[in-house]
């Protein structure tokens, strides 16, 4: 097998791995119709760049460097730090789900998108595909888009029925992109999932060329109540978008384009996995540049320019990478936001955190939680009670606001400035007190304090007697994701014996490895003071 094959190859064993969620290397072999040597050096060449890791069992699932990649082949089409303050900016004003899409071959692909305040809504989630025909994105990203290719959607009827009002002819879907064409945007009832409904208007370059769709979804009687002021706010953030974007992003899917497949290659070898490595570090190499022309990968790889035209024919053929226009420049692909959302999907934090709690609590004999945020409280999904005292607050289901208690702060305080602003607005207007604070900003004060030191003591915060020390776990973009923390009498929780690990010891080394399995850039937790130091 050449080299170039191997590339092949190796993608195939990410396709089937993103296909079925786990897998063994001999059946990865079956699949890629290999001998299982040759598969297991692949699989290693692949764990070594973290595209692949193990799952239990002997099994293997997508490694967390997929999501970096996702998240680079987003940069190159959009500036993610606008699109996500106007997806924040669209929630805050609507209160609905809003989510930003491109146009593929395959169907709307998401962007990003921010959790509404009436439902949460999955299917809209960052890497997921809408289909073509169905959806105010999938709509307005047609009606605007390149005509040659609404007219192959359209000639390629009838279509899947999704949910009740699912367009099922080219005849019923050509009637709808005319009426968004005429408006300039479109609107949906229970297309894409019952009892929700959509509106997305499309966002442009400068230069006139189609960027996207910024839509919101909700509940259909709230979303259809305020169509036409939910139209104007999604006029205002395409317009800031646009505005934020350079004319140098071509996304249209015909301007999307792979080079043919070179012609001869390297001879297989025993190292020959190592062309795999070649290729993450071309990856990376344009992830970092966003966009890239073959002249400046081979500059910043030191390859020669022949081993890096034939590594992106290759990766393109596996739309790794895709490139802009006929002998054009290079990005990531946005198959890369795919493959990113499947692996998102199949995250369980819940799982990977199940043993590390029963350490924790196996250490200590303390109550220990996890606890993710749910709109303005943090919400305990999994506990395991303590053996001596078992606190009544934060049972499994339940929540406490996120100022208060250890593994709510530890949620709050590892947000951005604008999330506490938010935030302390809400209660502010709630009328709800501050708990053991005379201001907003003595509040902040302490948000920053918990930053400083990397986790929060709660001592008689909450149930008098009892304290708890609470850490953040972080995702793949650095963004608190979850938290974790360990509850109990406070002379047990704060005064341990001498000789035996420091819960917050305990607590952050669950966080890190935590952090590890969502994709968490490897940063140092910032603890150097003893735990009696703050506490004196």
Same mark, same amino acid.
């Given at each position: 097998m050449n080299t170039i094959q191997l590339l092949k190859k190796a993608s195939q064993v990410i396709d089937e791995l993103a296909r079925i969620g786990h897998s063994t290397p001999a059946e990865?072999?079956?699949?890629? @119709?290999?001998?299982?040597?040759?598969?297991? &050096?692949?699989?290693?060449?692949?764990e070594q760049e973290n595209l692949v890791r193990p799952s239990g069992d002997g099994k293997l699932e997508l490694g967390t460097g997929i999501l970096k990649l996702g998240d680079a082949a987003a940069d190159a089409l959009v500036d993610r730090a606008e699109l996500r303050e106007q997806l924040r900016w669209l929630r805050g004003q609507l209160g609905m789900s809003p989510y930003f899409c491109v146009l593929r071959e395959n169907g709307a692909v998401c962007?990003?998108?921010?959790?509404?305040?009436?439902?949460? +809504?999955?299917?809209?989630?960052?890497?997921?595909?809408?289909? +073509?025909?169905?959806?105010?994105? #999938?709509? %307005?990203?047609?009606? !605007?888009? %390149?005509?040659?290719? &609404?007219?192959?959607?359209?000639?390629?009827?009838?279509?899947p029925g999704i949910a009740s009002r699912t367009p099922l002819t080219g005849e019923q879907l050509r009637e709808r992109l005319e009426q968004t %064409?005429?408006?300039?945007? #479109?609107?949906?009832?229970? *297309?894409?999932? *019952?009892?929700v409904a959509s509106i997305a208007v499309p966002v442009f370059r400068q230069d006139g060329s189609l960027l996207g769709a910024i839509s919101v979804a909700g509940l259909r009687a709230t979303v259809l109540s305020h169509e036409d002021a939910a139209r104007r706010i999604l006029d205002t953030a395409a317009q800031a978008l646009s505005t934020s974007m350079s004319q140098e992003d071509p996304n249209d899917t015909k301007e999307a384009t792979r080079p043919d497949p070179p012609e001869g290659s390297d001879r297989d070898s025993p190292r020959a996995p190592a062309v795999i490595a070649k290729a993450s570090a071309l990856m990376s190499a344009l992830a970092e540049e966003r966009i890239a022309t073959s002249t400046r990968l081979t500059e910043m790889l030191e390859e020669p320019a022949s081993s890096i035209y034939r590594m992106l024919a290759t990766l393109a053929e596996a739309s790794w990478v895709e490139q802009i226009g006929h002998r054009g420049a290079y990005?990531?692909? @946005?198959?890369?936001? %795919?493959?990113?959302?499947?692996?998102?999907?199949?995250?369980?934090?819940? &799982?990977?955190?199940?043993?590390?709690?029963?350490?924790?609590?196996?250490?200590?004999?303390?109550?220990?939680?996890?606890?993710?945020?749910?709109?303005?409280?943090?919400?305990?999904?999994?506990?395991?009670?303590?053996?001596?005292?078992?606190?009544?607050? +934060?049972?499994?289901?339940?929540? +406490?606001?996120?100022?208060?208690?250890?593994?709510?702060?530890?949620?709050?305080? !590892? *947000?951005?400035?604008a999330s506490w602003d938010e935030y302390a607005a809400i209660?502010?207007? #709630?009328?709800?007190?501050?708990?053991?604070?005379?201001?907003?900003? *003595? !509040?902040?004060?302490g948000l920053e304090h918990i930053r400083d030191q990397g986790y929060v003591i709660s001592d008689n915060n909450v149930t008098p007697g009892i304290a708890a020390i609470g850490?953040?776990?972080?995702?793949?973009?650095?963004?608190v994701a979850a938290s974790l923390s360990v509850s109990g009498l406070r002379e047990g929780i704060l005064n341990r014996p001498e000789g035996e690990e420091s819960i917050v010891d305990l607590l952050l080394r669950g966080t890190r490895a935590l952090s590890d399995y969502l994709g968490a850039p490897r940063t140092a937790t910032k603890k150097d003071a003893d735990v009696s130091q703050v506490i004196a």
């Amino acid at each position: 097998m050449n080299t170039i094959q191997l590339l092949k190859k190796a993608s195939q064993v990410i396709d089937e791995l993103a296909r079925i969620g786990h897998s063994t290397p001999a059946e990865l072999a079956k699949v890629v @119709s290999e001998p299982r040597p040759t598969v297991y &050096r692949i699989v290693a060449a692949l764990e070594q760049e973290n595209l692949v890791r193990p799952s239990g069992d002997g099994k293997l699932e997508l490694g967390t460097g997929i999501l970096k990649l996702g998240d680079a082949a987003a940069d190159a089409l959009v500036d993610r730090a606008e699109l996500r303050e106007q997806l924040r900016w669209l929630r805050g004003q609507l209160g609905m789900s809003p989510y930003f899409c491109v146009l593929r071959e395959n169907g709307a692909v998401c962007l990003d998108q921010i959790q509404g305040a009436d439902v949460d +809504l999955h299917d809209l989630a960052p890497g997921r595909t809408l289909p +073509l025909h169905a959806g105010a994105a #999938s709509q %307005a990203l047609l009606a !605007f888009g %390149a005509p040659g290719f &609404r007219e192959s959607v359209l000639a390629s009827g009838p279509y899947p029925g999704i949910a009740s009002r699912t367009p099922l002819t080219g005849e019923q879907l050509r009637e709808r992109l005319e009426q968004t %064409a005429n408006r300039g945007w #479109s609107v949906e009832d229970s *297309e894409v999932i *019952e009892g929700v409904a959509s509106i997305a208007v499309p966002v442009f370059r400068q230069d006139g060329s189609l960027l996207g769709a910024i839509s919101v979804a909700g509940l259909r009687a709230t979303v259809l109540s305020h169509e036409d002021a939910a139209r104007r706010i999604l006029d205002t953030a395409a317009q800031a978008l646009s505005t934020s974007m350079s004319q140098e992003d071509p996304n249209d899917t015909k301007e999307a384009t792979r080079p043919d497949p070179p012609e001869g290659s390297d001879r297989d070898s025993p190292r020959a996995p190592a062309v795999i490595a070649k290729a993450s570090a071309l990856m990376s190499a344009l992830a970092e540049e966003r966009i890239a022309t073959s002249t400046r990968l081979t500059e910043m790889l030191e390859e020669p320019a022949s081993s890096i035209y034939r590594m992106l024919a290759t990766l393109a053929e596996a739309s790794w990478v895709e490139q802009i226009g006929h002998r054009g420049a290079y990005r990531v692909g @946005s198959k890369m936001i %795919a493959l990113s959302g499947e692996l998102t999907r199949r995250l369980d934090i819940r &799982r990977a955190a199940a043993p590390i709690l029963r350490e924790i609590h196996a250490a200590t004999g303390e109550t220990t939680f996890l606890c993710i945020r749910r709109g303005t409280r943090a919400v305990c999904i999994e506990r395991i009670d303590g053996i001596r005292v078992n606190s009544r607050v +934060l049972k499994l289901g339940e929540s +406490l606001p996120l100022h208060v208690g250890a593994a709510p702060r530890a949620l709050l305080a !590892f *947000e951005d400035r604008a999330s506490w602003d938010e935030y302390a607005a809400i209660v502010a207007s #709630s009328g709800e007190p501050w708990r053991d604070v005379r201001s907003r900003s *003595e !509040f902040y004060s302490g948000l920053e304090h918990i930053r400083d030191q990397g986790y929060v003591i709660s001592d008689n915060n909450v149930t008098p007697g009892i304290a708890a020390i609470g850490a953040p776990i972080f995702d793949h973009r650095g963004e608190v994701a979850a938290s974790l923390s360990v509850s109990g009498l406070r002379e047990g929780i704060l005064n341990r014996p001498e000789g035996e690990e420091s819960i917050v010891d305990l607590l952050l080394r669950g966080t890190r490895a935590l952090s590890d399995y969502l994709g968490a850039p490897r940063t140092a937790t910032k603890k150097d003071a003893d735990v009696s130091q703050v506490i004196a």
